[in-house]
């Protein structure tokens, strides 16, 4: 009878041992948010939510590309080192899509960004259209983080001359610079937004709900 009683004791080891570890675990997935691209710099987000596209992706790269695993609007993606031209970032871009198959996220930052400063609970600009929300179809969707700052609708429409949209990406508002099919002119667009030195992401069109399909100011 003597050897069993330390046997509470040594219970109580092991289960603390186990929700230890447990949190061991836990602690390992917790995901950091993704680090802002440096201004100018063109970012490349792969989105790949489980181990295994992580794994498939990093064995794809070269390794002088660095990748990270972070969360970027809710989504788990691969952020893959910064790219100075939008060439390049699209190349790597179709090269992940062919090789892996996996959906890219190319994010950018204007060179001056003194005067665009994120505010909370930004509010959606005027709209012109019926509330009728709706998944966008296959495609690219060019994105503009206006900041709380409806007033950007007029510019940006300079810029892409056209309408814009009002859309939900990732449970966050944006306005919809442009919906294209069209790979190359998704890409344009994106370039002449951050050269305009607006904050723009090209994304999954899929992925995103159009809120207005035309909002003014």
Not at 56 to 74: D, F, G, H, V
Not at 87 to 96: H, I, K
């Amino acid at each position: 009878m003597h050897r069993f009683q330390n046997l509470p004791s040594v219970l109580g080891l092991a289960i603390a041992g186990l929700i230890g570890g447990m949190s061991s675990v836990l602690a390992q997935k917790t995901i950091p948010s993704c680090q802002p691209p440096n201004a100018g710099e063109y970012l490349l987000l792969v989105v790949s939510p489980t181990a295994n596209n992580q794994k498939q992706l990093r064995s794809a790269l070269p390794p002088e590309l660095k990748t990270i695993t972070c969360k970027y609007l809710n989504e788990t993606v691969t952020r893959v080192g910064g790219f100075n031209k939008i060439d390049d970032a699209n190349r790597w871009a179709r090269y992940v899509s062919n090789i892996v198959g996996l959906s890219a996220i190319i994010t950018t930052r204007p060179t001056t960004t003194a005067d665009v400063q994120p505010q909370s609970q930004p509010r959606p600009p005027q709209q012109t259209v019926s509330y009728n929300p709706q998944a966008l179809g296959e495609g690219y969707a060019v994105l503009v983080d206006y900041y709380n700052r409806p007033e950007l609708v007029n510019s940006v429409q300079q810029v892409v001359g056209g309408n814009v949209g009002f859309v939900s990406y990732g449970q966050r508002p944006y306005l919809l610079a442009v919906y294209t099919t069209n790979q190359s002119e998704a890409y344009n667009t994106l370039q002449k937004l951050n050269n305009g030195g607006f904050v723009a992401s090209l994304v999954d069109s899929r992925k995103v709900i159009l809120l207005r399909s035309t909002v003014r100011f």
